[in-house]
Structures are given as C-alpha cells and as structure tokens.
T-cell receptor, first 113, second 113 residues
Framework: DQQVKQNSPSLSVQEGRISILNCDYT??????FLWYKKYPAEGPTFLIS?????DKNEDGRFTVFLNKSAKHLSLHIVPSQPGDSAVYFC????????????FGSGTQLTVLP | EPEVTQTPSHQVTQMGQEVILRCVPI?????FYWYRQILGQKVEFLVS????????KSEIFDDQFSVERPDGSNFTLKIRSTKLEDSAMYFC???????????FGPGTRLTVL
C-alpha cells in the first residue's frame, strides 16, 4: 500500500545550489501535507507544511509546492547547506477524525561542500 | 522550545515479555500518536489518542498493544507479549491542532531477542 511515494532514495547537491525533493500521492482524501527531516537515531523534525487549498508555502530557505491535479508535491531548499544533509520524509494527512500521518519512504539528501 | 520526550532511549527485552514505552508530549497538546519504524522500512502509524480514548488505530495495533495517559502528562504504549517482529524504533508524537503538524519525540529503540 504505497499511498505516498518518494521515488528517489537519494539526492546529492552542491552547497549553495537548489535541492528539489519530490513526493507523489495516490489518495485524493489527503488534504494536508508535511515535510520532515530526520537525522540518524533521532525523531522526525517538522520542516514545513501545506494545505490542499494552497499551491505554495514558503518558510525561509524552504518552499513546498503542491500540484493537486498531478497529486505531486515538492520541497525546494535554496541555498542548500551541508547541515541540510539528512533523510527527508514527505507525509500526508487525511480528512479522517484522527489525522494520522502516512509517510513516504524518504530521500537521503547529501549536500556536498 | 517545548519538545516531546521519550524514555527509555533503548529497550532490550526477551520475546514474550511485556514492555512499556513512555512519552511526555508537549504540555498544551491534546492529540497524541504512536508510530513505529522497522529498520529499512517506512514510518508507520500505530494509534492516535484524544480525550482519553483511542481515536483511530492501524491494523498493526492488535490486542497485544495498549495505550494510556495515566496522569495527564505521560502517554504510554504497552506491548503485552513482545514478538521478534516488534523490534523497531517507536516514535511518540503530539499535536495541538488536528489540522496541523505533529511533533515527534526522539524515539525508543526496542530490541526483542
């Protein structure tokens, strides 16, 4: 059951350039989307989110874009920094009462100095 | 900055033993969650808890699992009779608003021998 997919297991980017992480979903009932960053042996850290009524949300170096018709979202990090190296998870929240998160499999971002 | 805490950080137990994983959610949050991540797999939802009762649970959360908020600050996950396949990282999360981000603790690594 792959309702949220991150098709790139890894991404390498040069410091200062843009990192683009992608995520696709299949469930039309998802109405809120989040990106989390995770270091080894730590819990996921919330980065940025977007509601399905918007197509863009920006917070500092991080911007999330949502294309509802394509069921696709992306996270842009500009400029990328070595400290951004981590696993990035896309997560989606349904409209049910419990608002549980469905996670993608993650993308390992490596920012090269 | 408020954060979710979890204890212990690592728990080793024998198959068939009971374990209790503990979490202290962010103090003004109302919604509480348990997730787990088996090594190499996705983060998976287990259960959500609101107003002193379970809101939703996944198919993973069978009769061997239970949750409790015994004293208004702690939130616990009990596994009655552990199995080898229960070995995973268990993450607690809390949210102050059902439509907003969930904040995760650092996790408890459970190893069942």
């Amino acid at each position: 059951d792959q309702q949220v997919k991150q098709n790139s297991p890894s991404l390498s980017v040069q410091e200062g350039r843009i990192s683009i992480l992608n995520c696709d979903y299949t469930n039309s009932m998802f109405d809120y989307f989040l990106w989390y960053k995770k270091y080894p042996a730590e819990g996921p850290t919330f980065l940025i989110s977007i509601s399905s009524i918007k197509d863009k949300n920006e917070d500092g170096r991080f911007t999330v874009f949502l294309n509802k018709s394509a069921k696709h979202l992306s996270l842009h990090i500009v400029p990328s920094q070595p400290g951004d190296s981590a696993v990035y998870f896309c997560a989606a929240m349904g409209s049910g009462s419990a608002r549980q998160l469905t996670f993608g499999s993650g993308t390992q971002l490596t920012v090269l100095p | 900055e408020p954060e979710v805490t979890q204890t212990p950080s690592h728990q080793v137990t024998q198959m068939g033993q009971e374990v209790i994983l503990r979490c202290v959610p962010i103090s003004n949050h109302l919604y509480f969650y348990w997730y787990r991540q088996i090594l190499g797999q996705k983060v998976e939802f287990l259960v959500s808890f609101y107003n002193n009762e379970i809101s939703e649970k996944s198919e993973i959360f069978d009769d061997q699992f239970s949750v409790e908020r015994p004293d208004g600050s702690n939130f616990t996950l009990k596994i009655r009779s552990t199995k080898l396949e229960d070995s995973a990282m268990y993450f607690c999360a809390s949210s102050g608003d059902r439509a907003r981000e969930q904040f995760f603790g650092p996790g408890t690594r459970l190893t069942v021998l």
